[in-house]
């Protein structure tokens, strides 16, 4: 999971991809990557840490241009601690071509020898986003031997790099002198959205393409469209927009993990808004809770913030029972989800939150957490709320269980991590120490995604084990653990 975001602007664009970073950062927290054009000169800064920490005054200014793109690092290839690793990558040959991705490749082995062996050329680190940048920079080679420079030839080379390439990527890339290529895989799973408004300097059309639609609406863009899935789109710096579909066989399937936790609420992907969806997680976990649980029972439900919020309160409405807030949050500290390690992890959890002990005292509480991954955070919490005084803990995922790994570019590579893998709901609350432990099931979290939209399938490779892109074999499961471990 990163944030990525793209400009084609009239006037400079560096304050305006700082700033859609800024609203990214939720996505991403290990590094930061800006890259500006100006004529056909690239400017880069790239560090590792948070958005507000990389750049200096004399950082932005350096960062000249009208056109630009943004990369916001959550690594899940690749170390998290080595700026190297840090996007946008770079290639000289041909043009010059800059690229940020959000995703996961699955085929990085294959496609490692054959940018060895037969395209001759060197990736300078272990990053998944610099192999599918000297792809695209050898199709773009071959098509372009002897011809023009064109939108077709854009379009052919991707193309042939979706033949090539197997997994999940939503990418942007900047060539130098010539504009701004945006595609997508032939399955969607990343999202990617596009957005337009006109410049008040010329009455030019001005473009930008990125992570999640708040992205647009806070820089004053029209939401246009969202990419297609294998679709590619390339912005000339004077605001000439071409799009074709290059893939063979595209349909859409979603990563259903953005609904559940990974977008921010004020976003809408895919035509859905993620807010919407998480209300109704809530109202169709709530018809299970209903079954499985006396609601004479629970005296209170309690969210842990902030993305399980809309689905705790309408668990709360729909049950007719009081909704309280008894965990508070320092926002100074990140996402435990997103911590690199086990240990950072448990030690993040106890400086992020506090639990209030006058909203626990005897209570019988139900706890709403959007899901359940490794369980260190989730044991924590009902420690919390234990030694603040509670009565009974009875835990509740908007989300099914996590049985099995996300290869798509989300950082649950280890099965054995997963708190669910291979245990029965009774042994996973048994291990948590909680009193009662309820799960959505799979078929209403894809109604709640999916209620009134266009959209049929979602990747759900996570609850399911079924991974879409039909590459993904067992061996190839026990070498992504290896790697990981080691």
Same mark, same amino acid.
């Given at each position: 999971?990163?944030?990525?975001?793209?400009?084609?602007?009239?006037?400079?664009?560096?304050?305006? %991809?700082?700033?859609?970073?800024?609203?990214?950062?939720?996505?991403?927290?290990?590094?930061?990557?800006?890259?500006?054009?100006?004529?056909?000169?690239?400017?880069?800064?790239?560090?590792?840490?948070?958005?507000?920490?990389?750049?200096?005054?004399?950082?932005?200014?350096?960062? /000249?241009?009208?056109?630009? %793109?943004?990369?916001? /690092?959550?690594?899940? +290839?690749?170390?998290?601690? *080595?700026?190297?690793?840090?996007?946008?990558?770079?290639?000289?040959?041909?043009?010059? !071509?800059?690229?940020?991705?959000?995703?996961?490749?699955?085929?990085?082995? #294959?496609?490692?020898?054959?940018?060895?062996?037969?395209?001759? /050329?060197?990736? @300078?680190?272990?990053?998944?986003?610099?192999?599918?940048?000297?792809?695209?920079?050898?199709?773009? #080679?071959?098509?372009?031997?002897?011809? @023009?420079?064109?939108? &077709?030839? $854009?379009?052919?080379?991707?193309?042939?790099?979706?033949?090539?390439?197997?997994?999940?990527?939503?990418?942007?890339?900047?060539?130098?002198?010539?504009?701004?290529?945006?595609?997508?895989?032939?399955?969607?799973?990343?999202?990617?959205?596009?957005?337009?408004?006109?410049?008040?300097? @010329?009455?030019?059309?001005?473009?930008?393409?990125?992570?999640?639609?708040?992205?647009?609406?806070? @820089?004053?863009?029209?939401?246009? *469209?969202?990419?297609?899935?294998?679709?590619?789109?390339?912005?000339?710096?004077?605001?000439?927009?071409?799009?074709?579909?290059?893939?063979?066989?595209?349909?859409?399937?979603?990563?259903?993990?953005?609904?559940?936790?990974?977008?921010?609420?004020?976003?809408?992907?895919?035509?859905? =808004?993620?807010?919407?969806? *998480?209300?109704?997680?809530?109202?169709?976990?709530?018809?299970?809770?209903? +079954?499985? !649980?006396?609601?004479? &029972?629970?005296?209170?439900?309690?969210? %842990?913030?902030?993305?399980?919020?809309?689905?705790?309160?309408?668990?709360?409405?729909?049950?007719?029972?009081?909704?309280?807030?008894?965990?508070?949050?320092?926002?100074?500290?990140?996402?435990?989800?997103?911590?690199?390690?086990?240990?950072? /992890?448990?030690? =993040?959890? *106890?400086?992020?939150?506090?639990?209030?002990?006058?909203?626990?005292?005897?209570?019988?509480?139900?706890?709403?957490?959007?899901?359940?991954?490794?369980?260190?955070?989730?044991?924590?919490?009902?420690?919390?709320?234990?030694?603040?005084?509670?009565?009974?803990? %009875?835990?509740?995922?908007?989300?099914?269980?996590?049985?099995?790994?996300?290869?798509?570019? $989300?950082?649950?590579?280890?099965?054995?991590?997963?708190?669910?893998?291979?245990?029965?709901?009774? &042994?996973?609350?048994?291990?948590?120490?909680?009193?009662?432990?309820?799960?959505?099931?799979?078929?209403?979290?894809?109604?709640?995604?999916?209620?009134?939209?266009?959209?049929?399938?979602?990747?759900?490779?996570?609850?399911?084990?079924?991974?879409?892109?039909?590459?993904?074999? &067992?061996?190839?499961?026990?070498?992504?653990?290896?790697?990981?471990?080691?």
């Amino acid at each position: 999971m990163c944030g990525i975001v793209g400009v084609v602007s009239q006037d400079q664009v560096n304050q305006q %991809i700082y700033d859609s970073l800024l609203l990214l950062q939720h996505r991403g927290q290990d590094s930061t990557g800006i890259v500006t054009m100006d004529d056909s000169v690239f400017h880069l800064h790239k560090s590792k840490g948070q958005v507000r920490e990389a750049y200096r005054t004399r950082d932005m200014r350096s960062l /000249r241009g009208n056109i630009g %793109i943004g990369h916001v /690092r959550y690594a899940t +290839k690749g170390a998290a601690d *080595r700026e190297e690793e840090a996007q946008p990558f770079y290639v000289n040959a041909p043009y010059g !071509i800059v690229l940020v991705h959000n995703g996961n490749l699955t085929n990085t082995r #294959q496609l490692e020898k054959e940018l060895f062996n037969d395209d001759r /050329r060197h990736t @300078n680190s272990s990053s998944d986003t610099e192999m599918l940048l000297n792809v695209f920079a050898t199709e773009l #080679q071959h098509v372009t031997q002897g011809k @023009n420079f064109s939108p &077709e030839n $854009i379009f052919e080379a991707i193309k042939l790099v979706h033949k090539r390439v197997k997994g999940s990527y939503a990418a942007i890339s900047l060539i130098a002198g010539h504009g701004l290529v945006a595609f997508r895989d032939p399955f969607g799973i990343r999202p990617l959205v596009i957005g337009k408004r006109v410049s008040k300097l @010329n009455s030019l059309n001005e473009w930008i393409v990125a992570s999640e639609s708040l992205v647009l609406e806070n @820089n004053d863009y029209e939401i246009i *469209r969202d990419v297609e899935p294998g679709e590619a789109i390339f912005i000339t710096p004077s605001g000439d927009l071409y799009s074709l579909q290059c893939a063979q066989n595209p349909k859409l399937f979603p990563c259903s993990f953005e609904y559940v936790y990974l977008a921010r609420p004020d976003s809408v992907m895919n035509g859905i =808004s993620v807010y919407e969806a *998480r209300l109704r997680m809530g109202n169709l976990l709530a018809e299970t809770i209903r +079954k499985e !649980i006396t609601l004479g &029972e629970i005296d209170v439900v309690m969210p %842990i913030p902030d993305s399980s919020r809309p689905a705790a309160m309408q668990v709360a409405k729909q049950l007719g029972i009081e909704y309280r807030e008894g965990f508070f949050k320092n926002r100074y500290v990140g996402r435990t989800f997103i911590m690199p390690g086990q240990s950072l /992890r448990k030690k =993040s959890v *106890r400086q992020k939150l506090n639990a209030m002990g006058t909203e626990f005292k005897g209570k019988n509480v139900l706890i709403v957490d959007d899901s359940i991954v490794r369980g260190t955070t989730s044991q924590q919490i009902v420690q919390m709320a234990k030694g603040a005084g509670a009565n009974k803990v %009875i835990f509740t995922s908007a989300a099914p269980p996590i049985r099995f790994p996300h290869i798509y570019g $989300i950082n649950m590579p280890s099965r054995n991590e997963l708190i669910a893998y291979n245990k029965s709901i009774s &042994e996973i609350a048994f291990e948590l120490s909680i009193d009662k432990l309820v799960y959505q099931n799979i078929e209403n979290l894809q109604k709640a995604i999916t209620y009134e939209s266009n959209i049929k399938d979602l990747d759900l490779s996570c609850f399911t084990g079924n991974y879409i892109t039909g590459d993904v074999t &067992e061996e190839y499961l026990n070498w992504v653990e290896m790697e990981y471990l080691s």
